[in-house]
């Protein structure tokens, strides 16, 4: 990341002075006729060179001066997308389109793949670690609100384990709205829903309000999610356009978006648990998968109590 933001802020100042020395020679070289006064070229110029010096401050610290490479990844985006807007209505012909390229987008990927690893280094909670726990481990050392473990719970009957991501995730505040019907799916069933978060015991009260009745695990660490196969999703599983449509739906239908309360990057899943073993698995394949009881009971004659 340090090596990338040397060399596109070394570009942005050289553009900047190149933009300053020779206002005219793009336009020259382009086919357009030359501006009556060179003066919006060369401010675009100075604030490339600006972007530039900031870069290379913050090549020492990507991860910490990540404004600024936000602000050189605006600036990228916001000029392809107006370069593309000229191109389509013909105010730019096709050879001064070549600038676009190497001025922004070239450098477009790189810049979001530093920004996507300043995101994960925000918000994503590491764990303590090396390898995941086992289930055995796992259910033995993680207890549910009402005081037994996992494993002891689970052999009266069948667990129906909820792992949430965030919330403040639009996607879980609508699992949260929607609490009843699942309990009752649960009870019909003749087994127990647990919900599985990452706040610290009894900090997750807040946000279930009434509903803090269900039975509840608290995993900050995010142990236990590893434990079963929970990780952390990538730029399309977090932001992809099926998350953003179904987004969109959860919050027109009143779901809302709060601050972020546990980590973003956490995946989501649902669980058919049974005497210390998993006997039915739905892992969110994306941020917006929510749990389906239906087809979580439907995929083993194991979810039935014994």
């Not at 990341?1 to 005219?24: D, Q, R, S």
């Amino acid at each position: 990341m340090k090596m990338t933001l040397v060399l596109v802020g070394l570009y942005h100042l050289a553009f900047g002075i190149w933009a300053n020395a020779w206002p005219y020679q793009w336009f020259d070289w382009s086919g357009i006729a030359r501006p009556n006064h060179p003066m919006l070229w060369r401010a675009m110029g100075l604030v490339s060179a600006a972007i530039g010096v900031g870069l290379l401050v913050a090549a020492r610290s990507p991860v910490k001066h990540w404004p600024v490479v936000l602000a050189a990844f605006l600036k990228s985006t916001l000029t392809i997308v107006g370069g593309a807007m000229a191109f389509a209505n013909g105010e730019i012909p096709q050879r001064a389109c070549w600038i676009l390229a190497v001025d922004d987008l070239v450098w477009w990927v790189p810049l979001s793949m530093i920004l996507w690893s300043t995101i994960k280094a925000h918000i994503g909670i590491r764990p303590t670690r090396q390898t995941p726990l086992s289930i055995e481990e796992a259910s033995n050392d993680y207890r549910l609100s009402s005081g037994e473990t996992l494993s002891e719970a689970s052999r009266d009957k069948t667990l129906v384990l909820v792992f949430l991501r965030h919330f403040g995730c639009t996607f879980t505040r609508q699992i949260l709205r929607g609490l009843q019907s699942l309990q009752a799916e649960a009870d019909q069933h003749g087994s127990r829903l647990v919900l599985v978060h990452m706040l610290q015991n009894g900090r997750e009260t807040t946000y279930l309000g009434e509903r803090s009745g269900v039975a509840r695990i608290a995993d900050p660490r995010c142990e236990l999610y590893r434990a079963f196969g929970l990780g952390k999703g990538g730029f399309l599983e977090l932001f992809g356009p099926r998350v953003w449509w179904r987004g969109a739906v959860a919050v027109f239908k009143g779901c809302g978006v709060g601050h972020l309360a546990g980590d973003g990057l956490q995946m989501p899943g649902a669980f058919l648990f049974r005497n210390g073993r998993i006997v039915s698995a739905q892992p969110a394949h994306s941020a917006a998968d929510l749990p389906d009881l239906g087809q979580l009971f439907g995929a083993t004659s194991g979810a039935q109590p014994s």
